[in-house]
């Protein structure tokens, strides 16, 4: 039983890396309707910026601060360099582009600061904790309450204020929304800067853990791609809750079911999760809407 | 879509010359590369019928490919049947997997068909690796180099040159002859206008499966003919790279036409060649900013633009072809549209 | 269809077969071994440079280096060497195209140093069948020294992984005879050769090991397998893994306050991971962690202060790559094996065949490489291709490696395996 709770509560932390990565995907999603396959490299990226912050002496918690800033006007200069040439090609054009850019950021990296793998400081205490003899770190309590957070933020700005309304309004209906004056390419630009900067908290969130180096968002990525599908490809929520139950069921699949191991529980969890989409096409919390094909 | 006219075949003729000449001038070491161009060839032209044709984006066409290379390698190592028994029993296999995996992917559309193709990717070699007393685990299977039959005056590298080639063109005329008639009109009325298309008594459940299938086929023919110059499969040969390299290869050459599979064949085996001769020490960076560039300026690829190109040049009003692709405004649109 | 489409196709066509064509003609054949001429030696390899493995990428470099090194000082018996090294992104297709290429095309003498079990066993049979020596394979598994009769031309370097695990088994068996042994191993060909080691060197006490966890290079943490370990009951942790999970590893069983006598294999124990895992552990996720040394580790700066190895080590880094992290162990490797590799040059004298390389590489004692650790040789004979077998295990105390005992020669458990 402690064994089973011990399971578990590794695999909420664990479940919380895929969430804070996830969350990124599905607001490139909602802006402009594809998975930006370098939103793990262009975490990386704006992680050894932190980490290049706290070696000329800035506090962790101003390091974050900073980059998170320069993650977004980052993502915002990408978006107006890089994809807004394409913006009007078709989808798969698009990816292409996020898939060049996931490729050249990562050698762009180890060109800059090497393959050797750095330990990343945590923003948070690093004593153990204990509570009723399952063990866990405050990192671990971090990382889920950051995501949390910043799940919340991101709901009140997309439902609060008028940016964040008119920004759902230029990804929904573009046509209409030129009529009324927003400026939709510039929300798309936003949006890039929004998800660039949320995964660049989740950048940070996740260094402590998997550890600095160039391709450390690379298995990230694939499992937060699967927690944002399986949570409805469109919903923060549902990125955060794919997160944290892909998480828990990993550790469980690994741990308990013989059969599978540690050896294909990537491969059932995401057995799993392609039958749960055959029963709910749009994930757990997305909505259908009327299939493009 | 035009018949074949006397164009096409001139083309396909000077396409088939120099495919044939080729060995002759090269060096040998191309010869053994072009052995992969034509592999990569025939996976990608599965994906532009099951992609750029019928919108079905496949992330995982490297598992078929895993599957036909694997299907090819265990029958040569434990049973010692030779490769060209191996090849068809792979296209066979891989197209049952693909009809299989067709029938999942009628229930998923865009970005969830992407997730589900892309997990098969990611899974492959997890199950590679899993089932050791078949596929030979991590230490994966060493085949026999191939010989040329005795009689035939080449050696064993140019011979397989030959075979890949000729697998190629047979592939291709199939594909072609396949998709000209009805079969191609639903596969593209489904794309790009499902409903239309079943209220015109399009069954979409037959031609999608359909076109997975025969996608699958093609990667299945390709794997083996990627693990026989190799002579070695592991699992580390078909990581989800390889997948990501085909969709790659389809893009960039031109995802609708089929000139753009023997394109994107040439450039995803040579550009990443290219990209260390420029810079050694980062030859991803050279690759990536290459495919962001080639995708800014030639959005429907690089045969798409080249046509282009060539229509502005004349000053000729652009006829849509089958090899010229509309670029969609919609942001909607999964796929490339194309008119006829 | 019309006119200008057919045109263009056509055109790509030409034009991309023309590109790949461009700069290649058949050189003609000589007589004596290709890629050797009155001045000149030629060697290809290959390295991931891209791709998740690109950390290893840095061999190549270092071993660039000590090249160049060697060929401003006058070159080998006259010849300078020159290296051609490429990209194969741990890819074994791409691997045996380059190896292709380098042996059809660029006429290499000798692949030197290609990197990865599954490369290096993908162009294997090539090159045994042209008889092109594949010397000094940069990876431990045993079939490099074990299957020497099918494959003549290939031979390794560095001690093999189920040696050293065998050495870890020896220890344990000698100062924890009552110990309860839970392992975390990379689920490939690297971690199993851990484990068939490990297996062998605890003989009739296999029953030690109360729990195996395995992890895929996929998974972003092993949070799960240590928990798994520390409820086994085990009190001996053995870590089988490449350094990122190796820290990892470290890190979580002292976050979750577990506490077992440690065991890390040597490619993971570099100062570097080592100061990584202190950093984000505590001091008590690393202290008393046992390993082994077979070469100088450049991070350990106080102890090689004065060493005149590591003294020219510093300086090819500083001359041929300034901008390189010098505490990085895989530079030092590099420029280790590129010794090795010149020494046998040499050794091999003026008349430089293929086949005296390789009785060179195969009857070698070389006892001064200044990147050894102090004592270990690098021995071949024909019938015996595990070039380093000698190890020293150490421990971690607060900053640096500690050795502990003596300089161990594994030779006997490399034997038993036969």
């Keep these: 039983m402690h064994d089973l709770a011990q399971q578990i509560v590794s695999g909420l932390a664990q479940g919380s890396i895929f969430a804070s990565l996830a969350l990124a995907l599905v607001l490139i999603y909602r802006a402009m309707g594809i998975i930006n396959f370098a939103q793990g490299e262009l975490a990386m990226f704006t992680t050894y910026i932190a980490w290049q912050l706290t070696q000329m002496g800035l506090p962790i918690w101003l390091a974050f601060a900073a980059t998170v800033v320069v993650a977004f006007a980052g993502g915002v200069a990408l978006e107006r360099i890089v994809i807004r040439p394409v913006e009007r090609a078709n989808q798969l054009t698009i990816v292409i582009v996020t898939l060049g850019l996931f490729i050249s950021i990562n050698g762009l990296a180890g060109w800059f600061w090497g393959y050797i793998v750095k330990a990343f400081p945590t923003p948070f205490p690093t004593t153990p904790l204990q509570i009723g003899g399952v063990a866990f770190s405050a990192q671990d309590v971090g990382v889920i309450v950051v995501s949390v957070v910043t799940l919340g933020l991101i709901s009140l700005f997309f439902q609060k204020t008028k940016l964040g309304l008119a920004m759902r309004a230029a990804a929904l209906y573009p046509e209409q929304s030129r009529v009324l004056g927003i400026r939709v390419g510039w929300m798309l630009a936003l949006g890039w800067g929004l998800a660039s900067a949320v995964g660049a908290i989740s950048g940070i969130m996740i260094a402590p853990v998997v550890f600095l180096d160039p391709n450390m968002m690379q298995s990230v990525l694939v499992y937060a791609f699967a927690a944002a599908v399986l949570g409805g490809i469109e919903s923060p929520l549902g990125a955060v809750v794919g997160g944290l139950v892909l998480g828990v069921v990993i550790n469980l699949l690994g741990t308990y079911v013989d059969a599978i191991g540690n050896e294909l529980r990537l491969a059932a969890a995401l057995a799993i999760i392609v039958v749960v989409l055959l029963v709910r096409p749009a994930g757990l919390f997305g909505r259908v809407t009327v299939q493009r094909v | 879509m035009p018949r074949p006219n006397a164009g096409l075949l001139t083309r396909v003729a000077i396409a088939v010359a120099v495919i044939a000449i080729l060995p002759w001038v090269v060096p040998s070491f191309l010869v053994f590369d072009l052995i992969y161009v034509a592999a990569y060839t025939i996976a990608i032209l599965g994906l532009i019928i099951l992609t750029g044709m019928n919108g079905q984006i496949s992330l995982g066409h490297g598992a078929f490919m895993a599957l036909g290379g694997y299907v090819v390698a265990v029958l040569a190592h434990s049973a010692g049947w030779p490769y060209w028994i191996g090849v068809p029993l792979a296209a066979i296999a891989s197209g049952v997997a693909g009809l299989l995996i067709g029938l999942v992917a009628l229930r998923l559309a865009g970005v969830y068909l992407a997730l589900a193709t892309f997990s098969l990717a990611v899974a492959t070699p997890s199950f590679l690796k899993h089932y050791k007393s078949i596929t030979g685990g991590f230490d994966g299977m060493s085949l026999q180099p191939v010989q040329a039959p005795a009689g035939v005056p080449l050696g064993g590298q140019q011979w397989l040159y030959y075979v890949a080639w000729a697998v190629a063109g047979v592939v291709f005329l199939l594909s072609a002859l396949l998709v000209r008639g009805q079969f191609g009109r639903a596969l593209r009325a489904l794309r790009d206008n499902p409903i239309a298309a079943v209220s015109f008594g399009v069954n979409p459940y037959f031609y999608k499966t359909a076109a997975f299938g025969w996608s699958a086929v093609l990667a299945g023919i390709a794997g083996g003919f990627y693990a026989i110059p190799t002579a070695y499969v592991s699992p580390d040969t078909f990581t989800f790279a390889l997948s990501i390299t085909l969709l790659i290869g389809a893009v960039l050459g031109g995802i609708s036409t089929f000139w753009g599979a023997l394109v994107g064949g040439i450039v995803v085996e040579f550009l990443p060649l290219v990209a260390q001769q420029i810079n050694a020490a980062a030859p991803g960076v050279v690759y990536g900013v290459a495919l962001i560039l080639v995708m800014m300026f030639l959005p429907d690829g690089i045969v798409g633009g080249l046509l282009r190109l060539t229509y502005r040049f004349r000053r000729a009003p652009p006829q849509p072809a089958l090899e010229s692709s509309t670029p969609s405004a919609a942001p909607v649109t999964v796929g490339p549209q194309s008119r006829e | ?274 100061n990584a895992a202190a950093k984000a552990g505590g001091l008590s996720a690393v202290n008393g962690v046992i390993s082994t040394i077979y070469l100088k580790d450049p991070a350990n700066h106080a102890r090689y202060a004065g060493d005149a190895g590591m003294k020219l080590y510093n300086e090819i880094m500083t001359k041929y790559l300034p901008s390189a992290d010098k505490d990085d162990g895989n530079y030092l490797y590099g420029v280790s094996i590129a010794y090795t590799m010149c020494d046998v040059l040499k050794r091999a004298g003026k008349d430089l065949t293929r086949k005296k390389v390789m009785d060179i590489a195969t009857n070698l004692v070389e006892k001064d490489n200044p990147w050894a650790y102090p004592g270990v040789m690098i021995r071949t004979s024909p019938t015996f291709r595990y070039p380093i077998t000698q190890m020293i295990t150490a421990k971690w105390l607060t900053t640096g490696w500690s050795p502990t005992g003596l300089l161990v020669d594994t030779r006997a458990m490399t034997m038993a395996e036969k």
């Design chain 3, 1 to 274: 269809m019309t006119s200008p489409v057919r045109k263009a196709a056509i055109g790509i066509f030409a034009a991309a077969f023309a590109l790949a064509a461009t700069g290649s003609t058949i050189a003609p054949v000589s007589a004596a071994d290709p890629g050797v001429t009155d001045t000149e030696i030629v060697l290809g390899g290959s390295h991931p440079y891209s791709g998740p493995a690109s950390g290893y990428g840095n061999i190549g470099k270092g071993i660039g280096a000590y090249f160049s090194y060697v060929n401003d000082k006058g070159g080998v018996n006259g010849r300078k060497i020159k290296y051609i090294d490429k990209d194969d992104g741990y890819s074994p297709p791409q691997a045996v195209q380059l190896v292709h290429q380098m042996v059809e095309q660029d006429k290499v003498f000798a692949i030197f140093d290609t990197l990865g079990t599954a490369v290096n066993t993908a162009i294997r049979p090539y090159l045994n069948q042209n008889g092109v020596p594949q010397l000094f394979v940069a990876t431990g598994a045993s079939t490099w020294g074990h299957d020497y009769q099918k494959f003549p031309w290939t031979i390794g370097w560095q001690p093999d992984y189920q040696a050293e695990a065998a050495l870890y088994a020896h220890d344990i068996l000698l100062n924890h005879p009552k110990a309860k042994i839970g392992v975390l191993y990379q689920n490939d060909d690297y971690g199993e050769d851990y484990n068939v080691g490990l297996k062998r060197g605890l003989g009739k006490h296999q029953d030690m090991i109360v729990k195996m966890a395995s992890y895929e290079t996929t998974d972003p943490s092993v949070g799960s397998q240590i928990s798994t370990l520390k409820a086994s009951g085990a009190d001996v942790f053995l870590i089988f893994a490449t350094p990122k999970f190796a820290i990892q590893a470290m890190v979580i069983t002292a976050q979750q306050s577990w506490h077992p006598t440690i065991y890390l294999n040597n490619v993971s124990g570099a100062v570097p991971f080592m």
